[in-house]
């Protein structure tokens, strides 16, 4: 599925990969310019299968921070399954200590489902919700309310339609723990990354920590 965006990870090659996530995006100062993603995938046999993102606004600092950290302590010999982790998902966001996009305004947790032929946010979005998501059990989306606003510590699910899918959601926001906890109802077209996870069969949880 073509989603305006390159993907250097083969998600079924067992051991550790690494790369970026790459948009053509053409500038002033380079025709051929790259927003280029970090991004970093460990498999090791058979089992469950998780994504960890951040930076999905980039004046977050604190999930970004925590998940490179991560990134350079985690063993793939030590796993069952799969983990791949975002830690920068919105970079030019990141980049500018913004929570929105500087190259095209775009706020990356308002931009789902995407569009493959739109603007560099909205690529990104196509690509998390049709090909990223739909490959993990589990994707924990990672939020610290910015530099706009001082959050209460909690856990965010959605609502689902599927009981199943519901009632694991329910289950992994009690076992985060976190003193808040909080049921969305945004609807099966919510365009938030939870929303995302939820139509691409993937459990979706965020907060704010």
Known sequence: MHSGL?????????????????????IDRSPYYQIRIPI???KNGEGPSLLLMAGNHGDEYEGELQLGR??????????????????????PAVMAAK???????????RAFPGDPNGSPTARLAHFLEHELFPRH????????????????????IERQAD???FERSVSLMRAIGA?????????????TSMGAAGRAGTVGLSGEF
């Open 6 to 26: 390159v993907n250097p990870i083969d998600f079924l090659r067992e051991g550790r990969q690494a790369g970026h996530l790459a948009i053509p995006y053409s």
């Open 40 to 42: 970093l995938r460990l």
């Open 70 to 91: 991560l990134m350079r302590l985690l063993d793939v010999a030590e796993i069952r399954g799969a983990v791949t982790i975002l830690p920068m998902a919105n970079l």
């Open 99 to 109: 929570r929105c996009s500087p190259f095209d305004g775009g706020n990356l947790n």
């Open 137 to 156: 059990d589990v994707m924990l989306d990672l939020h610290s309310g910015g530099t706009s606003m001082a959050h209460l510590p909690c856990t965010l």
């Open 163 to 165: 009981a199943i899918r």
């Open 179 to 191: 003193a808040h906890a909080f049921i969305a109802d945004n609807g099966p077209t919510a365009p």
